[in-house]
């Protein structure tokens, strides 16, 4: 069972120009979250959503950032006209749909390797 | 003040001690917790969710206070792969979203 891929794993955007990030999560999970970690801080919530629906974006900036989950495909999460402080390293997460049997407790989110964006 | 507390080391042990963390959170309504480690530049990984009656995995332990809103983390016998960051993590009841605290860095050696 693959894990949750992230691509690119870096990314380097002069100021001005789109980012494009992009997340698939593990086979069975259908929750996705997005979290950044500037440098030498802690992980900070963005955005969480489901298939086709955002159901919780408290977290996102309120300008240039935005995130989607299509029905085929995998998230995205778009930052345009990127500034030199959204340089950070941006990580998805996924979870399984409430209910599941197992261990696995429909709360414990897995994480992808991330992707470091660099904005010169 | 943070939502979720830690103290942010490092803690620097010899291999073999045991150490204890700890955290505290802010908000009485949150509902599940977890301890991840973080290794430097690397995603975070779930080491182990925490319940009310305490649980333990191999090493490792964790007990929960909801009274005191505190949380521990136990681990005996370090190894040097032990050494990584110990990010103390909430959520909230009603949303999925994880509350991370800023992390505490064990440092073990040989």
């Known amino acids: 069972n693959a894990g949750v891929m992230q691509n690119p794993r870096h990314l380097v955007r002069r100021r001005g120009q789109e980012a494009r990030l992009r997340c698939s999560p593990m086979k069975g999970h259908s929750h996705v979250y997005w979290y950044r970690q500037l440098p030498e801080e802690g992980l900070k919530f963005m955005v969480y959503l489901q298939k086709e629906n955002i159901i919780d974006e408290s977290g996102m900036p309120k300008e240039r950032f935005s995130a989607e989950f299509p029905k085929e495909g995998p998230s995205i999460l778009r930052i345009q006209q990127v500034v030199r402080g959204d340089s950070a390293a941006y990580f998805c997460?996924?979870?399984?749909?409430?209910?599941?049997?197992?261990?696995?407790?429909?709360?414990?989110?897995?994480f992808g390797p991330g992707t470091r964006l660099t904005v010169t | 003040r943070k939502e979720v507390e830690q103290d942010p080391g490092p803690f620097n042990v010899p291999e073999g001690a045991t150490v204890a963390f700890n955290c505290t959170y802010s908000n009485s309504a949150s509902q599940s917790f977890f301890w991840y480690r973080q290794d430097c530049r690397k995603e975070p990984k779930l080491l182990m969710s925490v319940y009310s009656s305490g649980n333990e995995d191999g090493r490792f332990t964790a007990q929960l206070n909801r009274a005191s809103q505190y949380i521990s983390l136990l681990i005996r016998d370090s190894k040097l792969s032990d050494s990584a960051t110990y990010l103390c993590v909430v959520t909230h009841t009603g949303f999925q979203k994880l509350v991370f605290g800023t992390g505490t860095r064990l440092l073990v050696s040989p």
């Open positions: 997460a996924s979870s399984p749909q409430a209910g599941t049997s197992g261990r696995e407790s429909s709360y414990e989110q897995y």
